[in-house]
């Protein structure tokens, strides 16, 4: 069974950094056969595909809003997954979410779309707040 266990969030004065992870456990196969996708909700937001990383199909989306300030990253040998954010804003306060997919699909160049993400973590929360 796939877990994926989110941590790094926090506290974080706005034009600070902080650095998520995902640890993936239970995959039938290696982390890399498998599509990563961070996700963003706020109070009364529908929930953001921010950022998706697919290095079978070697796609890498970012979504606007955090596109030049956000980073994704996966440590194959870790089995985890990354989201380095800097320059954070008021805005980007949320829980945010990592989500895998077995089947590689949800990860586009244009968009990632939760609907495909078969598994999902618990969430962080991530506060940007001076």
């Known amino acids: 069974q796939v877990q994926l266990v989110e941590s790094g969030g926090g506290l974080v004065q706005p034009g600070g950094s902080l650095t998520l992870s995902c640890e993936a456990s239970?995959?039938?196969?290696?982390?890399?056969?498998?599509?990563i996708g961070w996700f963003r909700q706020s109070p009364g937001k529908e929930r953001e595909g921010i950022s998706c990383?697919?290095?079978?199909?070697?796609?890498?989306y970012y979504a606007d809003s955090v596109k030049g300030r956000f980073t994704i990253s996966r440590d194959t040998a870790k089995n985890t997954v990354y989201l380095r954010m800097d320059s954070l804003k008021p805005e980007d306060t949320a829980v945010y979410y990592c989500?895998?997919?077995?089947?590689?699909?949800?990860?586009?160049?244009?968009?990632?779309?939760?609907?495909?993400?078969?598994?999902w973590g618990q969430g962080t929360q991530v506060t940007v707040s001076s």
């Open positions: 239970g995959f039938t196969l290696g982390l890399d056969y498998y599509a």
């Open positions: 990383h697919n290095k079978m199909s070697k796609v890498t």
């Open positions: 989500a895998s997919s077995e089947t590689g699909y949800g990860c586009y160049e244009s968009t990632s779309r939760s609907v495909e993400y078969g598994n």
